[in-house]
Every structure is written in structure tokens, then in C-alpha cells.
């Protein structure tokens, strides 16, 4: 039994294996590409002089903003995030929580189901037609505004399911220490919801950072986010794969610090919802 | 239910303005003036819009848009493949791995990588790779004899190019799941089944799949809406080429708006799309209604 | 000192001045707005660094200052679109490439350089890029004689690049006709190396602008007399399709593999790689040949101008960008523009341009003596090639048309399609929207 127990416990660690290589070589890939002149990179040679002229002309040069980028994505993000988290847990709360009555948390839920099954690009067109009409076009306000309500879906549904984590009984023993609704929810509620409210706060943070569908349309020059300004290098008529590659690289960073510091927390966060 | 405090209903209503905001300013109010921009042409001077009325013009001419039409098909098809292909891939790495616990953090990290990383990098990353001349991919076959092929230039492999990128995308998200879902399965009935000497297939179809079943319903039903959505890969390796072979309907869209300038076109494209959804939602939900009815 | 501000303008018109008599040229005399600096919105593209190296010495000379808004093609274009539509332009100068031209003149977006200063002329020596830098506001078309509406800040056409050294090892001479070149093809077609290529990819203005000075010097056209009105759409017509056949047997028996997604940017990089031969490519990818960072092929690569059709006619492709002002500015930036497109077209300037490696859009400049290094060896074949630019489609429908003709071009290339039909949907299409945007079109029977 043994002998082929362990050739079972073998195979099974090949196939992770494997499946994790073919994972990470291709990042691996793309950041070597960063640090090869343009040349070696259409020459497709694996060995060559490293050099971080890419970085340079994409950090300091005069046709590039990517500092600036940097820094819209993370404002954006973070202020989506907030926006996001806090109308969705107060939602996710009430609509739980509050005896909302039946019929407005079918409509609620339905429509946030219904409006994230649809692309969004069917909703561009008209955001940038009314964000322009107000004055708002290409401004970070309209960016911010459409990331919230993008990832409002999902904020709801996680924030849903960690809440039904928190036993009733709680809030009824709060109820009964003469507690108000607020404080029901400040100190005993939230308190448990903090480590979902982790877990949400990191997912809905890196899809803001991660769009581009809506930030293409929805942004200028000096509101662009970094998947924009990647996208910038990547065109038909002047390819330019160092800058491309290079942008990509320090476009991984902040999933990367979220990584090692949050695996636990993210993993809870994506798994919430499917199983509960 | 008698009421709890005195002030629930004012808390509730508080609690609830944001998100009622946020979808009806931003959701509802949209979707009417796609409405209204569908029967109209919009253009701008001097800073302002101007709207004419065009009547149904630009809905009939989406029902003759051969373009719309094959990005509507390559979007159902892609969407089919891929999310089968993924969750079997990911479901049996969950399978072959639920019982190692060595390093499980380290694994992961790793898998959960290409789930955090912006699409537009994952696009930049098989552009890399693919490319005819240089691409790693082709080199490789390179070594192996094997002919250097285009991958997201030929009519034959675009499609099936891109699929390979969503399935090396969310493959690892769906493993994830899986394991989740399979790490939380009662060991008892386990147990009993190993007692039993119970063959692997039959524990498989008889005991995991009926246990794992909503796990996988809701890991199914999130990639396929997500799938319906892909737009980031396709704007970096195909633009919706060669000829219409990778064209998906968030690329008709965006270009419609946004390189061709045609917002009623654009919006009347939009509510068609809304519509077709809404379809396949009610049809879901009439099934699922109908599975529901029947006796277990 | 009655007014304290007065010495400051004053004095800056004697350096100025002085500047003036250094590079001997008249100068304008316009008020820059301090407060603000000179807005050009340009695009991501080949040339943007030696355009970003001049206007370094144009901020040194005038004490000025530069802000570029650099964005990708169709970017810039979606950008300068709501630019000129909006209550005032957020750019004093934008950068419009030639396709897009008609559309932007017929809107009538743009101010008339000469109204703005009459004192303005358009230096004779400034190449005329078919007429493009003109414009008749009445009959809403170019026109020689019309109003100068732009000045042209690069100038990118066609140009046939080969590989000199391959050349020489198999004897071959540089070709004067299109049968010449094909010839020449299949002479150098080899597994490591492609014979010729011409772009196939379905994109924004990718095939069918690599397709058109095939085209038009095999004696076909889009329509039959844009230009004075004629909508009629004649692209179906026996030397178009004679023009697509040569296309596709070429492309077939000597180019590279995948033409359905070659770009602009993959034949440079194959070009650059050492893995093709001959190849037509706007001027403005010539400073990669010779860089080492970007090419494997330095000092091998030559320029001439494109290849005659069967009746000796040679046309190239215009690809250039003109710089024009918006009208919805006020007159002080206007002028403040209008000064440095006038500092632009100098005969001094577009000297300095050239020795950035840019391609200068003045003939005199082309024609002069550049000194012995051999990364000016392109500038006698944009010389010769100056008197045989055409507009593809000066029409403002450009941007649909082409994308009609993309898609047929591409299906014909990878084989999804026959020439003879694809050439008559491409009338059926265009025609089609010809008719939708209110001209006066028809167009010829199919093609058997």
C-alpha cells in the first residue's frame, strides 16, 4: 500500500508542479522582456545584456506619464474601494439586517445580478455621453464613480455572505442592552465584519486597478490609469514591446505586495461567495 | 415582524441611499438615454450636444450588421469553451490535489497570480509570447521541428488562441474554488466510501459531483458572465481580428462608440445586447425554476 | 517708466529679434502667454522623438515653454475630435494625419492661418502634399489656390526600403516598375528570408493604405473625381482588380507567413530582424534601421522611391501630419500657435529637423547637401517623391471608407476571398455610405 501511495502523493505533486510553472513562467517571461533592448526582443534571444532603458524612457522621458498613471490608478482605486465598501456593506446590512421588505431586495439583488451580467461596455457609451453633458468627461470624478458602481455587485454579495456569518443572536443581545441601530452596527456588527471586510476591500482594490474597458473610454491623458498607458505601447503602428514590457512589469507590483502580505485574506475573499 | 427600534426605518433608508443611489444615477438613468440616444443622432459643437430624432433606423440596421452578429456568436462560443475547458482543468487539479496540505499557502499565491494581475498585462504577456516571429511559443515548437504557426493572425487559431489565454486566466481561480469547495466536504461520507472499497469513479459521480454541485453551479454561472465581458485580451491581440474571427461583442461596442464615433449606432447596439441577456437570464431562471419542480 | 510691465515684452522683442537675424529668417512677432504654455497635442508615433528634440530648441531660442499631449493614433484622433467640438480647445496646436483631414477642414473646426495673421505666408519651398495644406470653404474641397489652413510637421510617404547588401550579393538592381520589384521578390525569397511585404492586417488604415499606390499607379482609383465633386465609386474596375491579383500573387509566392496580421510595426520588426527583404513603409520608420538598440541590420537598408505601374504612373501613399489651429481659441493663443508653426516651416529649422531624423517638409531642405552621414541616405528618394503624393480619400467619410476597404483587403489576402468580389462589395459598401452621408455617388457594374 505504501510504495503506491507514494507514487500517488508524487504524481500529484508533478501535476501542481506543472501547473504552477506554467503559471509563472510567462510572468517571468514578460519581466526579462522589460529589461531586453527592443532588438533582442524581436530577435526572440534568450540570452542578452540586460539594460533598463525601457524603465527610463517610461518613468522620466517627456512622452510619458507613467508616474502620474501610478498615481491615478492607486487614487482611483482607493477611493473606489471606499466608496464601494461602504455602500455596499451598509446595503448588504439593511438589506439583510433591517427587515427590508421582500419586494425591494428582490429588486435590489435582481437588478445588481442584472447589471453585472451585462458588459460593460454596453454602459460606456452612455456615461461618457452624460459625464460630458455635466462637464464631468474624462475627469477622475467619472472615473471613480464608475468604478464604484462596477464593482457595487460584487461588494454586495461578498459583504452579503460574510454577514450572514454574524450570528442574529448578537445583535439581538445588543438589542436587549438597549443598543441602537447605529451602535448595533458600529460595535458589534462591524467588529465581526472585519476581517471580510479585509478580504471585500483587497478584491474590489485590485479590480479597480485592474480596468481597463471603462478607463480607456472614460479618461484622458492626465487622468489615464496604467492599463491605459500600457495599452499606449502595445499599437499596430509603432510597437514598442520594451516600454510594453516594462509597464507591465510595474503594473504587477501592487498585486504582488497584496500577495504576500494578504493570501489568506484574498483567498477567503474569492471563496466567500461560491460557497456560501 | 414587529418593529425593532423606533427608528429602524429611518436607519434603513439611510443604510440603503447610497446603494439605491449608485445604481439608479448610474445604472438605470444610463440605460434610459441609451434608449433615448438609440432613436436619435447625437453630435457635438461648440461644447454642446445635439440630438435629432432618426426613429428605429439604427435598430434595423443592427439586425442586418454582420459584424454585431458574429461578434454575438463568438462571444457564446468563446464563452461555452473556455468555461468548459476551465472547469474541468480546474476541477481535476482540485481533485488530484485536496489531499496534499504540504506548502498550500506557497501553491496559493501562485495560482491566485494570474487572477490579480490587470487583463491588459495578461495581454501583453501572450502578445510577447505569440508573436510569430519571436514569440517563445513558436520557438519552442521551433526545437521540436514543428512549423511556426500565427496564432492570433490566422483565421483557424485566433479564436482558439484567445480561448487558450481565458483558460491560462481563470483556470487557477476555478482550481481555487474547487478546492475551497472540496476542502469543506464532510470526510465522513469520505470515510465511509474508502471503507466500502468504493472505485474512484463512482465516489466521483455518486458522492463529490452531487456534494460539489452548488459550488460548481455558482463557480460556472461567475466565469460565464465574466466571459460574456472579454474585452481587455481581445483589444491587445486581435482587435476583434483577422476579419471578424475574434470579434466579441464589448470590442463591437467600444468600437462603435469610440474609434467610429457613432454614439446612436453605438447605443442602439447596447440595448440590443441588454436585451439578448435579459433573454438568456429568463430562460436560466425558467430552467433552473423547472429543475426545481422536479421530484429529486 | 510709465507702464512697469512694458519693459519685459520690450526687451524679449530684441532678443527676439536678434534671434531673428541669427537664423535669418523674418520672424513673427507674437505675444506669448506666459502664464501658459504653447498645448500640442501629437501622437505616439515614430517620429514624436525627433519632433520632441526640436521643440527643445525651440523653447531654448524662445524662452518658451512646450507641453505635449502625446497619445496614440486613434486616441489623438478621438481627442482632437472633442477638442475642436468643445466650448474652447484644451490644445493650441493638434496634429492631424492626413486621412483625417477632409474631415476636420469640412467641419470647419479649423481657423484659416492667414486670418489669423495676414502678414502669414506659406513658404513656396514647403511641400504641397497634394494640395492638402489648402482648402476651398465654398466648394469644400483642396484646392491650390485656397486658404492655407496648416502647416505639415512631417513628412511621412511611401518609400520602397530594401536590403542593399542582398541586393548586391545576387546583382539585383533597385526596381523601376512594380514587375521589377516582384521579379526582384522572387529572387530573394528564401526560408530565412521574406522576398517582399505589404501589410495585410484589417485595422485603421493598415491594408488599404499599403494597397493604394498600388492601386492608383495600376490606374485605379476610389472614385472617380473626388476632388471635383464625383462621388462615383470605381474601385471595381478592371485595373483595381488587375492591381489586387498582383497583391495577392505576390504576397502569396514571396512574403512573409501570417499577411493577414502584418502591421505596421511587425514589417518593421522583420524589416529590422533581418527577415525580409523589400518592403513599403512610410519614411518615418527610417531612424530604427539604423539603431542598434532596434536593429539587427544597420547600415544595410536603402530607400528609393516606389515603383512605377504598367503605364509608368507612380503614386505614393501620403501618410503626413499637419499641424492647424482650432477655432475655438482665443486670438492670443491662436497667434502664439501661429508663431511656432511659422518658426516650423524656416528654412533653418526644418534643417535642424532633418538633423533630429526627421523627414523635413521642405523641399529646398531635402534637395540641400546634408553632410556625409549616412543616416541622411533616404532624402533623395523623398525628394524625388515629392511630386507623386496623393491623398488616398479626400473625402471626411475617409475613416468608414477605408475601414470598407480593410476588411475585403484582409479576407482577399488570407484567402477568405476572390479579388473580383470582394472589389464589388467594397463598391456595394462604400457606395452605400456614400449615399447615407448625402453625396452625389453611384458606382460601376460588378466585376465578372
Not at chain 1, 186 to 211: C, D, K
Request: with cysteine; net charge positive.
Amino acid at each position: 500500500m505504501r510504495p503506491r501511495m507514494r507514487i500517488a502523493a508524487g504524481a500529484r505533486l508533478a501535476a501542481l508542479t506543472l501547473a504552477a510553472l506554467a503559471v509563472l513562467l510567462p510572468f517571468v517571461w514578460i519581466v526579462a522582456a522589460s529589461f531586453k533592448y527592443e532588438i533582442d526582443i524581436t530577435m526572440g534571444r534568450l540570452v542578452f545584456s540586460p539594460t533598463i532603458v525601457h524603465f527610463d524612457e517610461l518613468l522620466f522621458s517627456r512622452g510619458s506619464d507613467f508616474l502620474r498613471n501610478y498615481a491615478n490608478s492607486f487614487g482611483v482605486a482607493l477611493v473606489s474601494t471606499a466608496l464601494c465598501l461602504s455602500a455596499g456593506t451598509l446595503g448588504a446590512y439593511a438589506l439583510d439586517r433591517l427587515d427590508t421588505p421582500a419586494w425591494l431586495r428582490h429588486a435590489l439583488l435582481g437588478w445588481s445580478m442584472l447589471y453585472y451580467m451585462t458588459p460593460q461596455m454596453t454602459l460606456v457609451g452612455s456615461w461618457y455621453v452624460l459625464f460630458r453633458q455635466v462637464g464631468l468627461g474624462e475627469s477622475y470624478t467619472a472615473l471613480v464613480l464608475t468604478h464604484t458602481v462596477m464593482n457595487l455587485p460584487m461588494a454586495l454579495w461578498l459583504m452579503g455572505a460574510f454577514l450572514r456569518d454574524v450570528p442574529v443572536e448578537l445583535e439581538e443581545a445588543a438589542r436587549v442592552d438597549a443598543c441602537g441601530p447605529v451602535k448595533t452596527f458600529t460595535h458589534v456588527v462591524l467588529p465581526l465584519l472585519r476581517p471580510g471586510l479585509l478580504a471585500t476591500g483587497a478584491l474590489l482594490f485590485i479590480f479597480s486597478w485592474n480596468e481597463f474597458a471603462v478607463s480607456l473610454a472614460l479618461t484622458r491623458n492626465e487622468t489615464a490609469t496604467v492599463p491605459v498607458a500600457l495599452a499606449k505601447f502595445a499599437q499596430d503602428f509603432d510597437m514598442k514591446y520594451g516600454a510594453m514590457a516594462a509597464a507591465a512589469t510595474l503594473s504587477l507590483l501592487p498585486a504582488l505586495l497584496l500577495l504576500l502580505l494578504a493570501t489568506r485574506s484574498l483567498v477567503r475573499g474569492l471563496t466567500q461567495g461560491a460557497l456560501k | 415582524m414587529a418593529r425593532r427600534w423606533p427608528s429602524l426605518r429611518l436607519w434603513r433608508a439611510g443604510s440603503l441611499a447610497p446603494l439605491v443611489l449608485f445604481y439608479v444615477l448610474l445604472t438605470l438613468l444610463p440605460v434610459l438615454n441609451l434608449a433615448a440616444m438609440s432613436v436619435s443622432d447625437v453630435s457635438w459643437a461648440a461644447g454642446r450636444s445635439h440630438w435629432s430624432f432618426v426613429g428605429a433606423e439604427h435598430l434595423a440596421r443592427v439586425a442586418d450588421d454582420a459584424v454585431y452578429r458574429a461578434g454575438v456568436r463568438n462571444t457564446a462560443w468563446f464563452a461555452a469553451v473556455s468555461v468548459s475547458i476551465q472547469m474541468l482543468l480546474g476541477f481535476t487539479l482540485a481533485l488530484l490535489v485536496s489531499r496534499t496540505t504540504r506548502g498550500s499557502t506557497l501553491w496559493r499565491m501562485v495560482f491566485l497570480l494570474p487572477i490579480l494581475m490587470p487583463g491588459i498585462v495578461i495581454g501583453a504577456i501572450w502578445k510577447l509570447m505569440y508573436d510569430a516571429d519571436f514569440g517563445v511559443i513558436n520557438q519552442v515548437l521551433a526545437w521540436f521541428g514543428a512549423r511556426a504557426r500565427d496564432w492570433t493572425g490566422s483565421p483557424e487559431l485566433a479564436m482558439a488562441s484567445i480561448i487558450a489565454v481565458d483558460v491560462w486566466h481563470w483556470t487557477p481561480f476555478v482550481f481555487l474554488l474547487m478546492l475551497a469547495g472540496l476542502q469543506s466536504l464532510p470526510p465522513e461520507v469520505f470515510e465511509a466510501a474508502r471503507v466500502d472499497a468504493t472505485p474512484w469513479w463512482r465516489e466521483l459521480t455518486r458522492i463529490t459531483l452531487p456534494l460539489m454541485l452548488p459550488t460548481i453551479v455558482v463557480t460556472l454561472v461567475f466565469r460565464s458572465i465574466m466571459a460574456f465581458k472579454v474585452f481587455d485580451e481581445i483589444y491587445l491581440l486581435t482587435s476583434g481580428g483577422p476579419g471578424t474571427a475574434t470579434e466579441v461583442i464589448s470590442f463591437s461596442i467600444y468600437r462603435t462608440f469610440f474609434v467610429q464615433g457613432r454614439a446612436g449606432y453605438g447605443a442602439a447596439v447596447s440595448l440590443v445586447t441588454m436585451m439578448l441577456i435579459a433573454m438568456v437570464v429568463v430562460l436560466a431562471l425558467n430552467l433552473q425554476a423547472r429543475l426545481a419542480r422536479r421530484p429529486a | 517708466m510709465t507702464r512697469p510691465n512694458r519693459s519685459q515684452p520690450q526687451r524679449r522683442r530684441w532678443l527676439l529679434a536678434g534671434a531673428a537675424l541669427a537664423s535669418g529668417s523674418p520672424l513673427r512677432l507674437w505675444a506669448q502667454t506666459a502664464a501658459q504654455p504653447l498645448r500640442i497635442a501629437v501622437p505616439q508615433a515614430p517620429w514624436y522623438p525627433s519632433f520632441e528634440r526640436l521643440t527643445t530648441v525651440f523653447e531654448r531660442i524662445h524662452a518658451a515653454k512646450v507641453a505635449f499631449d502625446v497619445s496614440p493614433f486613434t486616441g489623438l484622433l478621438e481627442k482632437t475630435r472633442n477638442a475642436v467640438r468643445s466650448g474652447q480647445s484644451p490644445f493650441d496646436l493638434i496634429c492631424i494625419n492626413s486621412q483625417f483631414i477632409p474631415e476636420f477642414y469640412a467641419g470647419g473646426f479649423l481657423e484659416p492661418l492667414a486670418k489669423i495673421d495676414p502678414r502669414f505666408k506659406l513658404q513656396p519651398e514647403v511641400i504641397a502634399y497634394d494640395n492638402t495644406l489648402r482648402w476651398d470653404a465654398v466648394r469644400k474641397v483642396f484646392d491650390a489656390k485656397g486658404e492655407v489652413m496648416a502647416v505639415p510637421v512631417n513628412g511621412n510617404i511611401q518609400l520602397l526600403y530594401y536590403r542593399a547588401d542582398l541586393y548586391a550579393a545576387k546583382g539585383l538592381k533597385v526596381p523601376r516598375t512594380w514587375d521589377e520589384l516582384a521579379a526582384n521578390a522572387r529572387a530573394l525569397h528564401g526560408p530565412d528570408v521574406a522576398g517582399f511585404g505589404l501589410r495585410g492586417n484589417r485595422g485603421f488604415f493598415e491594408a488599404s493604405y499599403d494597397f493604394y499606390p498600388l492601386l492608383a499607379s495600376f490606374g485605379g482609383d476610389i472614385f472617380r473625381n473626388a476632388a471635383g465633386g464625383d462621388c462615383t465609386v470605381v474601385i471595381n474596375s478592371p485595373e483595381a482588380l488587375k492591381a489586387l491579383q498582383f497583391v495577392q500573387q505576390l504576397a502569396k509566392e514571396a512574403g512573409p507567413a501570417g499577411v493577414g496580421s502584418l502591421t505596421q510595426a511587425r514589417l518593421i520588426q522583420l524589416l529590422t530582424g533581418g527577415k525580409l527583404a523589400q518592403a513599403v513603409l512610410v519614411a518615418a520608420a527610417w531612424p530604427q534601421m539604423d539603431d542598434p538598440q532596434r536593429s539587427a541590420v544597420v547600415g544595410k537598408v536603402n530607400v528609393a522611391p516606389l515603383p512605377a505601374g504598367p503605364s509608368g504612373k507612380v503614386v505614393t501613399t501620403l501618410g503626413h501630419w499637419i499641424a492647424a489651429v482650432p477655432k475655438n481659441l482665443p486670438s492670443e493663443r491662436k497667434k502664439a500657435a501661429l508663431g511656432y508653426l511659422d518658426w516650423f516651416q524656416q528654412k533653418a529649422t526644418q534643417q535642424q529637423y532633418r538633423d533630429t531624423g526627421a523627414v523635413p517638409i521642405r523641399q529646398d531642405v531635402l534637395l540641400a547637401d546634408p553632410g556625409p552621414d549616412p543616416k541622411y541616405r533616404l532624402l533623395p528618394a523623398v525628394a524625388a517623391s515629392s511630386g507623386n503624393t496623393r491623398l488616398m480619400l479626400p473625402v471626411p467619410q475617409a475613416a468608414e471608407i477605408a475601414d470598407a476597404m480593410e476588411l475585403q483587403l484582409n479576407k482577399v489576402l488570407v484567402g477568405e476571398a476572390q479579388p473580383a468580389a470582394a472589389l464589388n462589395q467594397m463598391a456595394r459598401d462604400i457606395e452605400a455610405l456614400m449615399a447615407r452621408a448625402g453625396m452625389k455617388t453611384g458606382r460601376l457594374p460588378d466585376l465578372r
